[in-house]
């Protein structure tokens, strides 16, 4: 034990470690975007929209790993299930990088999602094994905040990439940056689960947490909600490309833009974590998910009334404005929808975890494909995962064993 303690980083060093790891699902998402219409010239897409899925495999890739990574870290250990995510992670990136055709492209991002989720997953338990109360809220603010801050810079890297050299270049960055990572990990990194805390992986424990989620009003009801949302979210990412740089034609500018509403979503962050313990969750995500609703429909019926093609100032306010209301309600979901759970806490946050992520990664896909050279489809998608959401929420509260003013 003496040695492990010796060998474990500083906390600095421990801390930009796991912010590191945790960031490769950030880069793996949002890098992509401005190679995405190269990606289709070269691989012979068909149709412009079907190149979205290269967002949407990963995603499903990311939805299943999540049932599988977390019950495997309770069995066999934190450091060789992060280990094998980063491996299964490279292993996608090699095969994404040498692939001569979609179906390969595509197949390559399924694995590198399974692999993503792995450490992302796995990440929060390490913490919780060797840090808790305060100091486990400062690392996880810190790491949230550079989690946070990716999306805002990852889009400018995956352009900048393109300047000097071609799409395929992206994925020997995340293959280099995942091949470091792991090196790191495995050099400075002990094994924080103890054998005696080890549990043996039973998928019949899996099917039981599935089920309780399921049984569960207000788990289930939550976690739908939470995969509405992040729908809206997912609909983003598949079409925000086509929408800048198609309808509003910025052409390379179009990450300065993304930017922005990665540094709205990453504010609401904070405003929740201060207003949250004065509002309450519940309260404080009802009244976010109507604002959301209204200004959505405010911008469907003025987008409708253009034709679908409403100025880029008033798209870009009302999206800024939505998704500051995300920011504040995606924490909040999780936290009511895992309330139920805390006896089977590490099965029930993977269940949740994959039907949101599953749920939403579907939505996305959907609402994306539709698209036709406007905001429209994005418009009616996000009203639509907007009221869907406040839908489920309202089922969830309303037989829930608890009344409604008795929740935080």
């Known amino acids: 034990m003496k040695n492990n303690i010796q060998k474990r980083p500083g906390y600095k060093e421990f801390v930009i470690l796991m912010a590191v790891i945790i960031s490769i699902t950030a880069l793996s998402i949002d890098m992509m975007l401005p190679a995405l219409p190269d990606m289709g010239k070269d691989l012979g897409i068909g149709h412009p929209n079907d190149v979205q899925l290269v967002i949407s495999f990963f995603l499903f890739g990311f939805g299943i790993g999540q049932l599988l990574f977390g019950p495997l870290s309770d069995c066999f250990g934190r450091k060789p299930v992060i280990f094998t995510g980063i491996l299964i992670f490279v292993s996608g990136c090699l095969i994404s990088v040498f692939s001569t055709g979609f179906e390969f492209m595509l197949a390559g991002r399924f694995i590198q999602g399974i692999g993503a989720a792995g450490p ?89 947490g599935f089920m309780e989620v399921i049984r569960n009003r207000l788990s289930l009801g939550y976690t739908l909600a939470s995969g509405f949302i992040s729908g809206a979210l997912l609909a983003y990412l598949n079409s925000i490309q086509q929408v800048f740089q198609d309808v509003y034609r910025l052409g390379r500018e179009f990450p300065i833009y993304m930017a922005l509403f990665a540094l709205s979503l990453g504010g609401a962050s904070f405003v929740n974590s201060r207003l949250v313990m004065r509002v309450g969750m519940r309260r404080l995500s009802w009244r976010t998910i109507k604002l959301f609703i209204i200004i959505m429909t405010i911008y469907l019926v003025v987008t409708i009334i253009l034709n679908g093609h409403s100025p880029l100032w008033f798209m870009m306010t009302c999206f800024s404005l939505c998704f500051f209301c995300m920011g504040i309600i995606f924490g909040n979901l999780n936290t009511i929808a895992m309330e139920p759970l805390a006896h089977i806490a590490g099965v029930g946050a993977a269940v949740i975890g994959c039907l949101a992520s599953l749920l939403s990664s579907v939505l996305g896909m959907i609402v994306g494909r539709c698209f036709d050279g406007t905001t429209l489809p994005l418009a009616i998608g996000f009203v639509f995962c907007g009221m869907l959401t406040a839908t489920f929420m309202y089922w969830a509260d309303k037989k829930s064993e608890r009344r409604f003013n008795t929740y935080p």
């Open 120 to 208: 992302r997953t796995v990440i929060i338990a390490l913490i919780r094994d060797l840090y808790a109360g305060r100091t486990m809220a400062r690392i996880m603010s810190t790491i949230m905040a550079v989690f946070i801050f990716i999306p805002t810079i990852a889009p400018g890297l995956g352009q900048i990439i393109l300047i000097v050299a071609d799409w395929r270049t992206i994925f020997t960055v995340l293959m280099i940056q995942g091949l470091v990572v792991l090196a790191w990990f495995c050099i400075r990194q002990p094994e924080t689960l103890s054998k005696q805390d080890q549990h043996p992986f039973s998928v019949k424990q899996i099917l039981k």
